[in-house]
């Protein structure tokens, strides 16, 4: 995506969404949200990107491997070669200034956007997911994060050096709470995000300007100030000048809900069922 106001020779912002769509399958849906930002001047002039998975899901699939790894090598992988190919083909220019490097994603497209900034600061710093896979789902098993991206609030956060990492999460609070396929405590995606947005509070905010927030159905989350009040953004802002974003839970307002429920007694029942399942069939 290269919006009508980018200027050619110029060193863009740049955007990387994971889970882009298929060849020739165009996401219309980002393109409009785009132009609109763009055009009101609420963000700069952007480009995306938008890499498709490798298919199929969790441990034993590309899509897995790619998203779910532990490690620097998808980072790498698109700093090193998707991103000059983008420049060349395309006749773009994408800054090398951290701050204006993004990366965001879905479930395991949010972890794989949050690992790889955890592992190359130096070239991507703002980080936004929706209901990110930050849960054991790392495949193949590596001893050194034997918890995959649960570990990030478990271990990793909390014992590491404090890094220049702007992280928005989102989750809904009817995701996928799934605690007994794995049995290893670490599968419930809301109960990961709202870790998420703890740790920061608990260590210093080693990673700064965290806000989590669950979303009821159809709604949107405002903007947040440093102060977790809701702010209309203003015009002409750049994404040097960005504001903080909350740290731990937002404010209640209207459409926003602060604590995630609990599992109902309906979810509790299919967890029940499937687990009789998995007995049966000696899983």
């Known amino acids: 995506y290269i919006p009508e106001q980018y200027v050619p020779g110029t060193a863009a912002p740049l955007l990387v969404t994971h889970d882009g769509p298929a060849f020739g399958k165009p996401d219309q849906n980002m393109v409009r949200i785009l132009d609109n930002l763009i055009a009101q001047k609420r963000i700069p002039a952007l480009i995306m990107v938008q890499i ?120 809904g609070d009817r995701d996928n709470y799934n605690p007994n396929v794995m049995r290893d405590g670490m599968h419930d995606w809301v109960e990961a995000n709202h870790r998420m947005a703890k740790v920061p509070s608990t260590t210093s905010a080693r990673i700064p300007a965290t806000a989590s927030v669950t979303l009821a159905p159809s709604s949107c989350p405002p903007p947040w100030n440093g102060s977790g009040r809701a702010t209309r953004p203003s015009k002409g802002r750049s994404h040097e000048k960005l504001p903080a974003l909350a740290v731990g839970r937002p404010p209640a307002g209207p459409g926003v809900r602060p604590q995630a429920r609990r599992p109902t007694a309906d979810r509790l029942a299919a967890d029940r069922r499937r687990d009789r399942f998995h007995r049966q069939a000696g899983i």
């Open 52 to 171: 498709a998975n490798g298919g199929g899901d969790a441990q034993g699939h590309e899509r897995g491997k790619e998203y779910d790894t532990m490690s620097g090598l998808y980072a790498e992988y698109i700093q090193h070669e998707v991103l000059p190919v983008v420049e060349k083909k395309l006749g773009v220019k994408f800054t090398t200034d951290p701050e204006g490097r993004a990366t965001m994603g879905t479930s395991s497209g949010g972890s794989a956007a949050l690992i790889m900034a955890w592992y190359h600061p130096e070239w991507f710093r703002r980080v936004l997911t929706l209901s990110g896979t930050f849960v054991n789902q790392q495949w193949p098993f590596d001893p050194k994060t034997p918890g995959g991206a649960w570990d990030f609030h478990e271990t990793l956060i909390p014992q590491s050096e404090r890094k220049p990492i702007r992280l928005y999460m989102a989750v």
